[in-house]
């Protein structure tokens, strides 16, 4: 008989972006934490500034779950890691329920967990239902109740909750005089926003809450998969690999630093922005994705880690540079407001910021070792002579995507790699062995 787990958990999901899932999703896990409940909060799909904001929320970490990118069985393993370690498991939507393949609403379905929709009733009130049934009935899904966002007045929070009929109005939220600031990649990090535990405080205390709705959501059994199946060679045992960690290189998944070490490597953090050298001891660097567009002139004026990276990438130690850390290897890095900067110069080309979405969506990158996955979102764009060693393969259309660069013992792209989707490709990517 296969062993399981029973928690609460809910998918808060949406018709369309926009609607107000992360700030809902934040206020939920926060005021459930305020209660002393344990809460985990997870994001669907590829996102990185998301669940900081969740993670500031909760108190907990937040991964990702994608049935493509991350697969089933791990899915599965952190849904049943978490079981253990919370009271109540919260999982943001990406898009509108049913957008993507897959969808927030496949997720649902293969660990059956119930949606929590989110609406924006600003400017609705009556349709509310007909809105509500559709996402429901469509799939359909399991619909635990709704969220409205966005209401005006208690009059206007009844006239909702009469048109869903037999599904609850869950909670309410008024429109906000403050929101969360945002800029080109989405949310601003938490960090820049000092008064944002003030911000999220108050939403949870707005958050209209029925209690008894809550206490009727029914427990999720989630089953506990086989741990012996996720045992990882030490693939990198030895290794000290130096990861860049500050505002201008932030956008990783915690799982690929998980994933270098459970492959036996020894991570070293060190900051280029603060002008820090690649640590000695490091056998190999990761570069993540980042802002380094908003740190373009400190970054062109740290000499000691300009100087460090070039003494390494000369050595032959393995690079790998994500988006933003590929774009402060480029020649030239064009800010903004137009101001072009010099860059570390390992990838021959010039980066500039476009105003419009240069790339999106889940990609996979063909390997010796099988497809590693991940995805791709950026808004700037490099001009390069350089051709490409190989490109990624867009999912689920499967045209090429993203331009996979090799230079000497440097792998550069815009392509965000999600390691756990294949630990053997990144073993050969962080090691000399790699043609």
Request: proline share 7%.
């Amino acid at each position: 008989m296969t062993a399981h787990l029973e928690v609460k958990a809910l998918l808060v999901a949406a018709v369309a972006s926009g609607q107000g899932k992360t700030t809902v999703t934040a206020a939920l896990a926060r005021k459930l934490a305020k209660q002393g409940k344990r809460v985990r909060v997870f994001k669907c799909g590829p996102d990185f500034i998301d669940p900081m904001l969740l993670e500031r929320a909760s108190g907990a970490p937040v991964r990702s779950l994608d049935l493509w990118m991350v697969g089933r069985e791990l899915c599965r393993s952190q849904l049943a890691q978490a079981a253990v370690e919370a009271d109540v498991i919260l999982i943001e939507g990406v898009m509108g329920l049913y957008d993507g393949a897959p969808s927030s609403a496949d997720l649902s379905r293969e660990f059956g967990v119930p949606v929590m929709a989110v609406i924006d009733a600003s400017a609705m009130a009556q349709t509310a239902g007909a809105l509500v049934h559709g996402l429901r009935d469509y799939g359909p899904v399991e619909m635990a109740g709704v969220v409205a966002n966005r209401v005006a007045s208690e009059g206007h929070a009844r006239m909702v909750a009469a048109s869903l009929r037999d599904i609850p109005l869950f909670a309410t939220l008024p429109r906000q005089a403050k929101s969360l600031p945002e800029r080109h990649l989405g949310l601003v990090l938490p960090g820049e926003v000092s008064d944002i535990d003030d911000l999220l405080d108050n939403l949870a205390d707005q958050l209209v809450f029925d209690e008894a709705a809550w206490n009727s959501l029914r427990p999720v059994r989630i089953e506990i998969p086989d741990a012996a199946a996720m045992v990882q060679a030490p693939l990198l045992a030895g290794l000290t690999i130096a990861v860049a960690r500050d505002p201008a290189f932030m956008f990783l998944y915690p799982a690929n630093l998980d994933t270098l070490r459970q492959l036996g490597a020894t991570l070293a953090f060190f900051s280029p922005l603060a002008d820090e050298a690649i640590p000695v001891e490091a056998g190999a660097v990761y570069l993540p994705g980042g802002y380094p567009e908003l740190h373009a002139q400190a970054l062109s004026q740290a000499a000691a880690w300009q100087a460090s990276i070039r003494t390494a990438h000369a050595a032959g130690v393995p690079i790998v540079a994500e988006c933003g850390g590929m774009m402060a290897l480029a020649d030239t890095l064009a800010d903004q407001s137009g101001a072009v900067w010099p860059m570390a110069g390992l990838l021959q080309g010039t980066v500039a910021m476009q105003p419009r979405l240069a790339g999106l969506g889940s990609q996979g990158l063909p390997t010796a070792q099988g497809v590693l996955r991940g995805h791709t979102f950026h808004y700037s764009k490099l001009e390069t002579v350089l051709e490409p060693a190989a490109h990624t393969i867009k999912h689920p259309s499967t045209v090429p995507g993203e331009a996979w660069y090799r230079v000497g013992s440097l792998a550069a792209s815009y392509f965000h790699a999600y390691f756990p989707s294949n630990p053997a490709a990144v073993a050969a990517l962080f090691s000399r062995s790699e043609p």
